[in-house]
């Protein structure tokens, strides 16, 4: 297989290391709006399918596709699935080649596994083909792009890309004269604070998402790297249960334990996210899309009162990058159309009119340097990509991330110490990778 030839840190498992100037630089390498009067010449269908995950992209997909329709006079079905079902659905339809979905959104992190089986088109071949509008896909970070190109094609548009970042009250930081965390010994000094205080009944210091598989993965990844640790060395062999990868565990686990709520081992995005709205946290280890929520007033008791900020750091402050993009299925009937649509809901218009006030964290370049100044949490991350990474995106990636979910779940719930916990999951990680085949020299 390709990727045991690869090492790790040489592709996507590297620190994606990305720059303020990125989003300054490339603006004026813009290529041309697309053409949306190049209509697909192939059978025009009554409906087509979108997959996708997140609730603030559905809401965006939704709104596209209202416009979509009255242009162009095809129906669009969105389908949003949550994240436990997600990869099981998508795969069980392209495995059976029964082209369900048109159009499926997916994490960068899912890229090899996708492309290396055949399951999604290079977009390439459509903006590239002179009857249908040619994308700007150079209005996008080249880093996050490539995360999903091999061998010269582009597999995806980005319009997601984002790290995760450190919510936290600002009343109650200014009432105590405090500033965010820049050090992990700074955010359990002030968890503390807050946490079992006469003075802040029923607020918790802290909050993150622990729940079982890829949200305690996730949201631990940003700790074990924060703490110098990773996951593999350079020939695949599990490195993530080494002295660095275990006091990084017992942290997480002890900040979850004393300064989150009873509740807090289930929380996954959805939960930590509504617990932070109704004011039970001073702060949050959070994904900025759920930022807009926190601003409205219609369900959010803390409008006005949200601050963000990067995540602290014990040596380096190296949040987890999240990317999200579009792909059309190779099992589509409509590919044409698919990628139409994909290219509409990703123009230039449609990302500040659309996706930008449903609180999708946009990736395109010329929209993200307008942001900065007016969206809250637009500084926090793009301080946080001058240094981030993604766990490694080999076809192997999700049953590795339960091992690593339910690993970090076990040392949460008090059923495991670190070390056992981690030394466990590694020899069932090394038997997947070894299985298929990456230590075959």
């Known amino acids: 297989m390709l990727m045991k030839r690869i090492k790790y840190g040489g592709w996507m498992g590297i620190a994606v290391v990305l720059t303020l100037c990125l989003f300054i630089c490339l603006t004026t390498a813009m290529a ?33 596709s209202k416009i979509f329709e009255q242009k162009y006079g095809i129906k669009v079905e969105v389908n949003a699935i949550p994240w436990s079902f997600l990869h099981e659905k998508i795969i069980a339809d392209l495995t059976a080649q029964t082209g369900t979905y048109d159009v499926i959104f997916i994490p960068g992190l899912w890229a090899l596994e996708f492309i290396d089986a055949g399951y999604i088109e290079p977009l390439s071949q459509f903006w590239d083909n002179p009857d249908l509008p040619k994308f700007d896909i150079e209005d996008y970070p080249s880093s996050v792009v490539n995360l999903l190109s091999k061998n010269g094609k582009t597999y995806w548009i980005p319009h997601h890309g984002t790290t995760q970042i450190l919510f936290y009250r600002k009343d109650l930081f200014e009432g105590e004269g405090l500033k965010p965390p820049e050090t992990y010994d700074e955010l359990f000094q002030i968890a503390a604070k807050f946490t079992n205080n006469p ?24 700790w074990l790297w924060s703490w110098g640790g990773d996951y593999f060395d350079d020939k695949w062999n599990p490195i993530f249960n080494n002295e660095k990868g275990v006091e990084s565990l017992k942290a997480y686990a002890e900040a979850v334990n004393k300064f989150s709520p009873p509740d807090a081992p289930n929380w996954a995005n959805e939960e930590g996210g509504a617990a932070f709205q109704q004011g039970r946290l001073a702060m949050l280890q959070m994904w900025p899309y759920l930022g807009a929520a926190m601003e409205d007033p219609s369900q959010s008791k803390v409008v006005g009162k949200v601050g963000y900020a990067p995540l602290p750091k014990k040596e380096l402050c190296f949040p987890r990058l999240g990317s999200w993009g579009g792909t059309v299925s190779k099992f589509s009937k409509y590919k044409d159309w698919a990628y139409f649509w994909l290219a509409f809901f990703d123009s230039k218009e449609n990302t500040d009119n659309i996706l930008v006030p449903s609180g999708v964290a946009v990736d395109r370049i010329s929209t993200a340097e307008k942001l900065k100044d007016k969206i809250a949490w637009q500084d926090a991350v793009n301080k946080s990509f001058v240094h981030t990474k993604e766990r490694p995106g080999i076809p192997e990636i999700t049953p590795i991330i339960d091992v690593w979910g339910l690993a970090v779940s076990k040392v949460v719930t008090g059923q495991s110490e670190a070390k056992a916990a981690l030394d466990e999951a590694a020899v069932s990680i090394r038997k997947i990778l070894d299985d298929a085949g990456y230590y075959n020299q």
């Open 199 to 222: 003075k802040y009944p029923d607020i918790w210091g802290f909050g993150t998402t622990p729940k079982q598989g890829e949200n305690a993965s996730s949201t631990w990844s940003t």
């Open 32 to 64: 041309a709006v697309p053409d949306f009067s190049k209509i697909p010449k192939g059978p025009k269908p009554e409906k087509l399918t979108v997959v996708l995950y997140e609730p603030v992209e559905q809401k965006a997909a939704i709104e596209v």
